[in-house]
Structures are given as structure tokens and as C-alpha cells.
């Protein structure tokens, strides 16, 4: 049997594994998302007290190798009596890491929003929470789209992580039938594959997305 | 409800029954240590047209901010239909949801059309009238569809504003002020970011307005626009009002020789 026969011998290994991987990108990324708005609406207006702090955990947050972070709730939370299963574990650090980084991006980009448009919301009777979902929050998508694109493309690759984490993923897939068969340049090959076919997919998903904010002007197509 | 009629909307139809629609009292205003507004008193009559004329830092933009408490004037008051905005009677600051609420009765019309990028034509003469007055969408639309034809953008109902020139923006961003029924109808320098050809047209669509009885305020920088519309012409000169005058006194006679010298140079 060649290493490409055992290996598609193995194809449910590889499956189960990439199906877990999509369930902790899906949620994960999802999840971030909301951190992410909750951040930017967070961020909203003067609030020195909260703005500090919150500056001060996504930068913070930003500094910090995903590894560590993933690390840190699997192992460094159960000091405090935080048990969480890998998976659990896994998908937390992500959506954390990952909505720290969508908030920044959020952030550079609500600094260039024109002031009028607020202005124009305010004159129109808007109070903080319409204007923020209604007007601020869907430009403020549609204009950082290609930098959402790339965090997501990330997030699936920091899923890998969570192989040193025993979340049985895509990753620990392949690292589990190169170690049983010792085919390791065949198997990662196998891994890389599904790994960039869904980057592709989520790449012309974004670029179609694009087409939405084009017509509206937000000039990133 | 609201009357979803534009033409008798707001009860503006010729309405001169003297009633008040802005009572500015004793405004004053500064930036840091630069008085922008001292002590300005100024009545807009319900169907009035008023249009606040100055040199650039005069503070008539500031005076008309003031107005729907985008900015907040340190000293004095301001009623719109008869009730205070940004303060309550008390003289705390309003709640924000209050403050909402008293704006909603002011329509402005800005120099640089704010519309929002992200909607239609049709979405953003909408949006408010659904999200901040509560009425429905089928209601808010017809109302939107009337405005947009009395504008004359009837026809771009589906386009997004990045597509229309400066002209048809603000046509638009005139119909969404239209669209809360406004007791007032804020305009800031509607025409001073258009190209020169484009200005005729959103100076008709204003003039339409006054002949149909709406309360106006509006600055500007078109002399002969101003005489053709204004019921008062107020002059503010380093955040004082100098001069107040029906439209044939102001242009003909005015008092004083700072308005005058004024009138020289933009003729």
C-alpha cells in the first residue's frame, strides 16, 4: 500500500477532524464577530473609565501569542477552579483573540467615519444604540470587509493551535497518522489541502461581498 | 399618527397664525475662550422663513447647531414649538432620550448632505420615520415616495447617494429632513459645497418649500436667494445679531453700515 492509499484509507480520520475544525472556526469566528461590535460600541462616545480599560485588554490581548492564550485556559484556568474541556478551551481563546483583533480593526476604522453622518443621525432624533447597529456598525463592516477577510483566514489557521491543547481537529488529524504510519510529509500535504480550500472559499465570499459595498460606494472592491 | 400627506404635514400650510416655532433667548456660546455667540435673541414664527446671513465666523452655523443642540450653548435657551430643547425647565441637561425626542421635531439640512452611504434613496428618507418615530414601513414609505417626488428624485428612489451629484444629495437629504415632519426645517449653508450649476436647482426646491408655508432657518451666502424667500433677514456679525429686518429693508435700507458694507462686496 503507497502512503497516499493508507492515508485515504484513513479519509474519516481526516474528515471528522476537518469537521471539527469548521464547528470551532464557525463558532469561534462568529463569536468574535460580537466581541468585535461589543468592543467598537464599547468604544463609543467618551467614557475614560471604560475606554482605558478596554484600550488597555486589546492591546493586551494583541501582544499576546495565541499559543500562550491557548494554553493559559486550558491549563492556567483550572488554578482558579476554571475547568474547561479542550474544546471549550479552544474555541474561548479563539473568539477572545480573534474579537480583540476585529474590535481593533473596527476602531481604525470608526477614527475616519465622517463626523456629519453622526451629526445628521443626531439632528434625525437617533439616540446612541439605533445609530450604532442602523448606521455607524454596517459602514463600519462594509468598509474594513478585506481586513475581515484576512482575520478570518487567521482564525482558521490558529485553529491548528489547539492541537497542543488535545482538541482532536484537523491538525491532530494529521499529526495522529503521520505519527501512526510515519508519513508525516504526506499527511500534512492532505491537511494544507483542506486548509487553503476553505481559505479560497471564504476568499471569494469576501470578494463577493465586495460587490454589496461597491455599489454603495465603499471603494475596497 | 402624523399625517402622512407632505403637502399639509406638519400643519404648516400657510399657517400664519403667529404661533411660535423657534424662541432662541439670550444664546451665548464660546469655543474655549472665543465668544462665538453673545446673548442672541432671535423668534422664527410658525411658517416663517428666516435666513441668518454673516461673514465666515460670524457664527451663524454655530447659531443654527445651537438650534437642534448640536451645540450647547452655555448660556440662554431655546424653544422649538414651545418646548425647551437641551435643558429642562429646571436647567439640567435633557436625558438623551428626551434630547432625542426635541430634535426629532427639527429637520437640518446640512452643507455637506450627510447622507448615509450604506442605504438608498428611498432607505434613507425612511430610515428615521421608521426607527425614530416608530411608524410603520409601509407608511413611512409612501410618505418618503411623495417627498422624493416633491424634490424632484422620484426617479432615483433605488440609486445609493455615492451615485448622485452634490445637487441630487442634497434634494434627497432635503426630503429626509421633510420626512419627520418637522416644526422647523434647519438649513446650513445648503448650497455652499455644489458645483455653481447645480445650486439653482436646490434653491428651487427651497423656495417651493417657503411657498408652501414651512418653517425655515436657514444660512446662507445667497444674497438674492435670501430677498426672494426670507420673511426676516437676521445679520450676525462676531456672534451679535446687528441686524434684523424684513428682506426689503435689509437689502434696500439696512442701519448699519457694517451690513451695507457687506451688501457692497456680494453684490
Same mark, same amino acid.
Given at each position: 500500500?503507497? *502512503?497516499?492509499?493508507?492515508?485515504?484509507?484513513?479519509?474519516?480520520?481526516?474528515?471528522?477532524? /476537518?469537521?471539527?475544525?469548521?464547528?470551532?472556526?464557525?463558532?469561534?469566528?462568529?463569536?468574535?464577530?460580537?466581541?468585535?461590535?461589543?468592543?467598537?460600541?464599547?468604544?463609543?462616545?467618551?467614557?475614560?473609565?471604560?475606554?482605558?480599560?478596554?484600550?488597555?485588554?486589546?492591546?493586551?490581548?494583541?501582544?499576546?501569542? /495565541?499559543?500562550?492564550?491557548?494554553?493559559?485556559?486550558?491549563?492556567?484556568?483550572?488554578?482558579?477552579?476554571?475547568?474547561?474541556?479542550?474544546?471549550?478551551?479552544?474555541?474561548?481563546?479563539?473568539?477572545?483573540?480573534?474579537?480583540?483583533?476585529?474590535?481593533?480593526?473596527?476602531?481604525?476604522?470608526?477614527?475616519?467615519?465622517?463626523?456629519?453622518?453622526?451629526?445628521?443621525?443626531?439632528?434625525?432624533?437617533?439616540?446612541?444604540?439605533?445609530?450604532?447597529?442602523?448606521?455607524?456598525?454596517?459602514?463600519?463592516?462594509?468598509?474594513?470587509?478585506?481586513?475581515?477577510?484576512?482575520?478570518?483566514?487567521?482564525?482558521?489557521?490558529?485553529?491548528?493551535?489547539?492541537?497542543?491543547?488535545?482538541?482532536?481537529?484537523?491538525?491532530?488529524?494529521? *499529526?495522529?497518522?503521520?505519527?501512526?504510519?510515519?508519513?508525516?510529509?504526506?499527511?500534512?500535504?492532505?491537511?494544507?489541502?483542506?486548509?487553503?480550500?476553505?481559505?479560497?472559499?471564504?476568499?471569494?465570499?469576501?470578494?463577493?461581498?465586495?460587490?454589496?459595498?461597491?455599489?454603495?460606494? /465603499?471603494? *475596497?472592491? | 399618527?402624523?399625517?402622512?400627506?407632505? $403637502?399639509?404635514?406638519?400643519?404648516?400650510?400657510?399657517?400664519?397664525?403667529?404661533?411660535?416655532?423657534?424662541?432662541?433667548?439670550?444664546?451665548?456660546?464660546?469655543?474655549?475662550? %472665543?465668544?462665538?455667540?453673545?446673548?442672541?435673541?432671535?423668534?422664527?414664527?410658525?411658517?416663517?422663513?428666516?435666513?441668518?446671513?454673516?461673514? $465666515?465666523? $460670524?457664527?451663524?452655523?454655530?447659531?443654527?447647531?445651537?438650534?437642534?443642540?448640536?451645540?450647547?450653548?452655555?448660556?440662554?435657551?431655546?424653544?422649538?414649538?414651545?418646548?425647551?430643547?437641551?435643558?429642562?425647565?429646571?436647567?439640567?441637561?435633557?436625558?438623551?432620550?428626551?434630547?432625542?425626542?426635541?430634535?426629532?421635531?427639527?429637520?437640518?439640512?446640512?452643507?455637506?448632505?450627510?447622507?448615509?452611504?450604506?442605504?438608498?434613496?428611498?432607505?434613507?428618507?425612511?430610515?428615521?420615520?421608521?426607527?425614530?418615530?416608530?411608524?410603520?414601513?409601509?407608511?413611512?414609505?409612501?410618505?418618503?415616495?411623495?417627498?422624493?417626488?416633491?424634490?424632484?428624485?422620484?426617479?432615483?428612489?433605488?440609486?445609493?447617494?455615492?451615485?448622485?451629484?452634490?445637487?441630487?444629495?442634497?434634494?434627497?437629504?432635503?426630503?429626509?429632513?421633510?420626512?419627520?415632519?418637522?416644526?422647523?426645517?434647519?438649513?446650513?449653508?445648503?448650497?455652499?459645497?455644489?458645483?455653481?450649476?447645480?445650486?439653482?436647482?436646490?434653491?428651487?426646491?427651497?423656495?417651493?418649500? $417657503?411657498?408652501?408655508?414651512?418653517?425655515?432657518?436657514?444660512?446662507?451666502?445667497?444674497?438674492?436667494?435670501?430677498?426672494? %424667500?426670507?420673511?426676516?433677514?437676521?445679520?450676525?456679525?462676531?456672534?451679535?445679531?446687528?441686524?434684523?429686518?424684513?428682506?426689503?429693508?435689509?437689502?434696500?435700507?439696512?442701519?448699519?453700515?457694517?451690513?451695507?458694507?457687506?451688501?457692497?462686496?456680494?453684490?
Amino acid at each position: 500500500m503507497s *502512503n497516499w492509499e493508507i492515508l485515504w484509507s484513513a479519509r474519516d480520520q481526516f474528515w471528522v477532524g /476537518f469537521l471539527r475544525t469548521m464547528e470551532i472556526f464557525g463558532l469561534s469566528i462568529s463569536v468574535a464577530f460580537v466581541i468585535g461590535c461589543a468592543l467598537l460600541y464599547l468604544l463609543e462616545g467618551s467614557r475614560p473609565r471604560l475606554t482605558v480599560p478596554l484600550r488597555v485588554f486589546i492591546d493586551g490581548m494583541r501582544m499576546l501569542p /495565541f499559543l500562550i492564550l491557548a494554553y493559559l485556559l486550558y491549563y492556567g484556568l483550572p488554578s482558579f477552579g476554571i475547568r474547561l474541556d479542550a474544546w471549550w478551551a479552544g474555541v474561548g481563546a479563539l473568539a477572545v483573540y480573534h474579537g480583540c483583533y476585529i474590535g481593533e480593526i473596527f476602531r481604525g476604522s470608526r477614527i475616519t467615519f465622517p463626523p456629519g453622518q453622526v451629526e445628521a443621525a443626531k439632528a434625525h432624533g437617533f439616540t446612541k444604540g439605533k445609530m450604532f447597529f442602523r448606521l455607524i456598525l454596517p459602514q463600519i463592516v462594509m468598509q474594513t470587509r478585506p481586513l475581515l477577510g484576512n482575520q478570518l483566514i487567521y482564525a482558521l489557521k490558529d485553529t491548528a493551535f489547539l492541537v497542543i491543547i488535545t482538541v482532536r481537529e484537523l491538525t491532530a488529524a494529521a *499529526n495522529s497518522l503521520s505519527g501512526t504510519y510515519f508519513i508525516p510529509t504526506e499527511a500534512f500535504i492532505v491537511v494544507i489541502g483542506f486548509y487553503w480550500a476553505v481559505s479560497v472559499v471564504m476568499e471569494v465570499i469576501i470578494k463577493q461581498c465586495g460587490r454589496f459595498s461597491a455599489k454603495r460606494g /465603499f471603494d *475596497n472592491a | 399618527m402624523p399625517d402622512a400627506n407632505p $403637502s399639509t404635514a406638519g400643519h404648516r400650510e400657510n399657517d400664519r397664525s403667529g404661533a411660535t416655532a423657534v424662541a432662541i433667548r439670550n444664546l451665548s456660546k464660546s469655543f474655549d475662550d %472665543v465668544e462665538v455667540l453673545r446673548d442672541v435673541n432671535l423668534e422664527v414664527k410658525k411658517g416663517d422663513v428666516v435666513t441668518i446671513l454673516g461673514s $465666515s465666523g $460670524s457664527g451663524k452655523s454655530t447659531l443654527l447647531r445651537c438650534i437642534n443642540w448640536l451645540e450647547q450653548p452655555e448660556r440662554g435657551s431655546i424653544h422649538i414649538a414651545g418646548e425647551r430643547i437641551g435643558m429642562t425647565d429646571e436647567g439640567r441637561a435633557m436625558s438623551v432620550k428626551a434630547l432625542a425626542r426635541v430634535r426629532a421635531k427639527t429637520g437640518m439640512v446640512f452643507q455637506g448632505f450627510n447622507l448615509w452611504p450604506h442605504l438608498n434613496v428611498l432607505h434613507n428618507v425612511t430610515e428615521a420615520p421608521i426607527h425614530v418615530l416608530g411608524k410603520s414601513k409601509h407608511e413611512a414609505e409612501t410618505h418618503a415616495r411623495a417627498l422624493l417626488e416633491k424634490v424632484g428624485m422620484s426617479h432615483k428612489m433605488d440609486a445609493y447617494p455615492n451615485t448622485l451629484s452634490g445637487g441630487q444629495k442634497q434634494r434627497v437629504a432635503i426630503a429626509r429632513a421633510l420626512a419627520m415632519q418637522p416644526e422647523v426645517m434647519l438649513f446650513d449653508e445648503p448650497t455652499s459645497a455644489l458645483d455653481p450649476e447645480l445650486v439653482g436647482e436646490v434653491l428651487a426646491v427651497i423656495k417651493d418649500l $417657503s411657498a408652501e408655508g414651512y418653517t425655515m432657518v436657514i444660512v446662507t451666502h445667497e444674497m438674492a436667494f435670501s430677498r426672494a %424667500v426670507s420673511d426676516q433677514v437676521v445679520f450676525l456679525e462676531k456672534g451679535l445679531i446687528i441686524e434684523k429686518a424684513d428682506p426689503e429693508t435689509f437689502f434696500t435700507n439696512p442701519s448699519t453700515e457694517r451690513v451695507r458694507k457687506f451688501l457692497e462686496r456680494n453684490d
